[in-house]
């Protein structure tokens, strides 16, 4: 009989990390880091007998660990997408430089995400030791990310990492129709909130620029650099912004664009993306960045919650001019910034607090499924599986599991390291 081992995420988003034992072989799905002081990741798990990890996506609380583990043997061998694979190596490499080496592996360790990886692609069924299979299926989140679908013992366990069923100018929607499963490791991020219609999002966001622009200020959009920033390119791209207005790009969504370019299989209009991509300009230095603000436009710039980056740079020259907006554009977690500057109209950055004279508005891009989109996802899928609930604020892994019971389905919301037979 299978076991599987819940090593993190449990009633917490980060240190994602999944074990799952067959007899003397094992396999991972994830190994990610939680951001703290200092950073935390799974236990460290033996590697004996360890056949190989699967990863969902590039998130480093879904990968910010591998390097960790691929140290340890260098037969060990990662299995994701390509795309998740590079864009895996850029996040880890900027984690290595903000956290000053304060993590337990060398620079020259990350690359063996690329060396240890074996690139691999949707639906493709692989075998991994004597024990496993694993499947990869779209799951809707950012480019390359996917659900992970394992066979051990008989038994088939679906691990969703995190996922968006409904497509976006960026990424097409998780797989639909997914195949049967007995168990179910899900995600539930937004197991207590409900997103408005895209479109409607898309909408309110280019007014807020068209009114920006229309008295003559700058728009500055702090975004994630993987994912949010590409998408909200494309939706530029589509509303045909990318020709009327300048629109700036900074810090490492620069390199982002140039892996996603490379891996146009993963992006819901390659067109768009390319057009998009080939139109806005490049921040060089901290001279472009002076004259894009006297120039007026959108600036695009990491990080998505002003948590630092250029994004920071910025912020100190748009804040205290009325012409000007703040956008933000995903969750902004209690404690930053951004979540500052929603609440109060203030922003903390090093010593200074900052009272905001800019416009600042908040129009979400969820990348992750809401609670109607993920019970409908889930309840989709056959063989009336054993749900497992991770990766929520404990309230939101409750949430989930009393829905899926009251639909009639079996739901756990496990602790962590501890084990269940398969
Ligand atoms: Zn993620």
Do not use: W
Not at 32 to 52: E, H, N, R, W, Y
Not at 74 to 86: H, K, M, N, V
Not at 368 to 393: A, C, K, M, Q, W
């Amino acid at each position: 009989m299978a076991q599987l081992t819940f090593l993190g995420s449990c009633r917490e988003i980060g240190r994602s990390g999944f074990l799952v034992e067959d007899g003397s072989e094992s396999m991972l799905v994830d190994y990610g880091v939680k951001f703290q002081d200092p950073p935390a990741f799974p236990d460290m798990i033996s590697t004996d007998g360890l056949q190989g990890i699967a990863v969902t996506h590039a998130h480093l609380d879904h990968s910010g660990g591998l390097p960790r583990i691929l140290l340890r043997d260098s037969d060990l061998t990662l299995f994701c997408t390509p795309a998740t694979r590079d864009l895996s190596v850029i996040l880890l490499r900027d984690m290595h430089t903000i956290s000053k080496g304060r993590v337990p592996f060398s620079r020259k360790d990350i690359m063996r995400v690329k060396r240890q990886c074996e690139p691999t692609s949707y639906e493709e069924t692989i075998p991994l030791g004597r024990r496993f299979e694993i499947t990869l299926f779209n799951a809707g989140h950012i480019p390359g990310s996917a659900m992970v679908s394992v066979r051990a013992d008989g038994k088939r366990i679906l691990f969703t990492g995190d996922f968006n069923a409904i497509e976006s100018q960026l990424n097409p929607g998780a797989r639909n129709n997914l195949p049967r499963h007995d168990i179910v490791v899900t995600e539930s991020t937004y197991a207590r909130r409900i997103n408005p219609p895209r479109e409607k999002i898309e909408q309110e966001l280019i007014e807020t620029i068209e009114m920006t622009m229309a008295r003559g200020g700058v728009v500055l959009i702090p975004a994630f650099a993987v994912g949010r920033s590409q998408e909200i390119m494309c939706i530029l791209e589509r509303y045909g912004f990318t020709r009327k207005y300048p629109i700036y790009i900074d810090g490492l969504a620069r390199k982002v664009n140039d892996i996603l370019m490379r891996h146009p299989q993963y992006i819901m209009s390659p067109h768009t993306f390319e057009r998009a991509v080939s139109r806005v300009r490049v921040i060089e230095d901290h001279t472009d960045r002076v004259r894009a603000v006297r120039r007026g436009g959108i600036i695009i710039s990491p990080a998505g919650m002003l948590k630092g980056g250029a994004s920071h740079t910025y912020f100190k020259m748009v804040h205290d001019d009325e012409r000007n907006s703040i956008v933000l554009v995903s969750f902004q977690i209690p404690g930053t910034p951004g979540a500052e500057l929603l609440a109060r109209r203030k922003v903390t950055v090093g010593r200074r607090t900052f009272d905001v004279e800019a416009d600042v508005f908040y129009h979400h891009l969820s990348s992750h499924s809401d609670s109607r989109g993920l019970l409908t996802h889930l309840l989709n899928i056959p063989g009336d599986p054993l749900f497992y609930i991770v990766h929520g604020e404990s309230e939101s892994c409750d949430v989930l599991a009393e829905k899926l019971k009251k639909n009639g389905r079996r739901a756990v919301v496990p602790e962590t390291n501890e084990m269940f037979e398969v």
